[in-house]
Structure formats: structure tokens, C-alpha cells
């Protein structure tokens, strides 16, 4: 996962921020199973950012996935 995290973090424009509902969109596309609980989805970020791979924006937008009811969810950019 993280692998495609940096090939998804790649193809975004210099600065964009995203939502990480965006790359487990990406993820799923490119064949990567769903994990065995969708806490997984959680950890990835936090993991991610104490990698040094990707930094919160600070900001917040409402999910966009159906299952998440609008829910906010943090924003992040490439480190």
C-alpha cells in the first residue's frame, strides 16, 4: 500500500491536496485487495505522515463516499 501511495502521490500536481478516500479509490483500481478491516484505511495516513510521505493541510472536507454520510475528513498533501 505504501508502494502506491508513493506512485499515487506522483501523478498529483505540485501542492494538491487530497483526500485519502481519493488514493483507496486509486489503490482498489490498481488491484490492491481490501485489507481485512477498514481500519486499515486509518492507519495508512498517520503511517504515511510519520514517514515523512505526506503532510495534513490543516483543512477538512466532507467525505464523499456514501457510507461515510458526509462525514469530515482531513485533507493532505505530499511532504
Do not use: M, N
Request: net charge positive.
Amino acid at each position: 500500500a505504501i508502494q502506491l501511495l508513493r506512485t499515487f502521490l506522483a501523478q498529483l500536481p505540485a501542492g494538491a491536496a487530497f483526500a485519502f478516500e481519493d488514493f483507496r479509490a486509486f489503490a482498489l483500481g490498481c488491484g490492491l485487495c481490501h485489507p481485512h478491516t477498514h481500519h486499515v484505511w486509518g492507519a495508512l495516513p498517520r503511517e504515511a505522515a510519520r514517514a515523512g510521505l505526506i503532510e495534513w493541510t490543516g483543512r477538512y472536507e466532507p467525505a464523499r463516499s456514501a457510507r461515510t454520510h458526509g462525514h469530515p475528513v482531513k485533507l493532505w498533501r505530499a511532504a
